[in-house]
């Protein structure tokens, strides 16, 4: 009897086992694997991009330039001749205006020849109109008329040779200025005077705005064109490309280009930092949003549009001009739908779901 209820209670505790097995372990079946299959063959959504479709136009990029503005003429003037300086007539800072008499350097010698030289004349031309009349009634010789005529000319040629060495002594301003230096002093030197520093002038108007420019860059530059000067005074003044240089500096490799400004009353002073804005030639390209440009796994700068079928594809681009909040860019087609938001999530033969906004500089 209590055998048979061993038994009895082993059948019912296997038979829950067995039950309980269905349960808790995996059984792979046909039906199971018929059941998973459909899941599996259902497909993933195309990934969805915002895009926008751009527009080629002629696009006038604008080159700005750090530099500084420069005199158009400097130069030290300097004696020319031996002497004292006796009359000092300029100060720093002082405007002058071109042939004023900046200094003077006395010397009693160069007076002395002048007076010489001019003696010589009136005696020679005493005799040569003295002797003209006698040659003309044929007393004397028509020969010495020629000689005569030779000798006064000499003397009046000693005397111009005396009055420039005299002048000499007067220090003049070449052109129109400003003296920012003034070296030399009332009572120095004497005959070593020759040479000498008297004092330095700058030409204000017109006032240049230099700036050194890339090579790259330097096609889209032509003698003439306009330009915008900006101030670290906070002054705006037009100018015009006056010189394009040809030859690169052997340091830096760039290119000196100056931009000549009207400077009425030495308003701008030498020597500033200035900023050049320079209109370049207009050229064809797309206005996108900074954020669109994306890298290639190539390394290359670019944009991904989407093309037929919605498929996602990368365009290299030239950067024409970087803008605040946008880019202008050449190499896009025009109509072509830039994706300018996930760009960075898909990649290129992706089919994605391509959702259209307003503008592509957004």
Do not use: C
């Amino acid at each position: 009897m209590k055998a048979s209820r061993i038994t009895a209670v082993g059948l019912v505790a296997g038979a829950a086992l067995w039950i309980a097995s269905g349960h808790f372990m995996p059984r792979d079946s046909a039906e199971g694997q018929a059941a998973i299959r459909p899941g599996e063959a259902k497909t993933q959504p195309a990934f969805r991009v915002e895009t926008a479709t751009v527009r080629e136009v002629e696009h006038g990029p604008t080159l700005t330039l750090s530099g500084r503005t420069e005199a158009d003429h400097k130069v030290t003037v300097t004696a020319r001749t031996g002497g004292v300086l006796t009359q000092l007539n300029v100060r720093r800072g002082q405007h002058v205006q071109k042939d004023e008499i900046i200094a003077v350097l006395s010397d009693e010698a160069r007076e002395a020849q002048v007076a010489q030289a001019q003696a010589l004349v009136d005696q020679r031309k005493a005799e040569f109109e003295a002797k003209r009349t006698l040659i003309a009634s044929g007393a004397l010789p028509k020969l010495d008329l020629v000689n005569l005529e030779a000798q006064y000319k000499a003397a009046q040629a000693l005397l111009a040779t005396a009055r420039a060495e005299r002048d000499r002594g007067l220090v003049r301003a070449p052109w129109a200025g400003v003296i920012t230096d003034v070296p030399a002093e009332v009572g120095g030197a004497a005959f070593s005077m020759a040479g000498k520093e008297i004092a330095s002038l700058v030409a204000l108007d017109p006032m240049l705005a230099v700036v050194e420019v890339s090579e790259r860059k330097l096609a889209g530059i032509k003698v003439g064109e306009k330009a915008e000067v900006r101030l670290i005074t906070g002054q705006t003044v037009a100018g015009r490309v006056r010189y394009v240089a040809k030859s690169a500096s052997p340091t830096t490799r760039t290119y000196r280009v100056e931009v000549e400004m009207a400077n009425p009353g030495g308003k701008i002073p030498d020597g500033i930092t200035a900023e050049v804005v320079l209109a370049l030639k207009p050229v064809p390209a797309v206005e996108v949003p900074r954020s669109a440009l994306t890298i290639s796994s190539a390394g290359d700068i670019g944009l991904r549009v989407v093309g037929t079928s919605d498929k996602v594809a990368f365009v290299p681009v030239h950067i024409v001009e970087d803008m605040q909040d946008s880019m202008w860019v050449a190499g896009v087609k025009d109509g072509a739908r830039v994706i300018v938001r996930g760009q960075d999530f898909v990649r290129d033969g992706q089919v994605v779901a391509p959702v259209e906004i307003a503008s592509a500089a957004r």
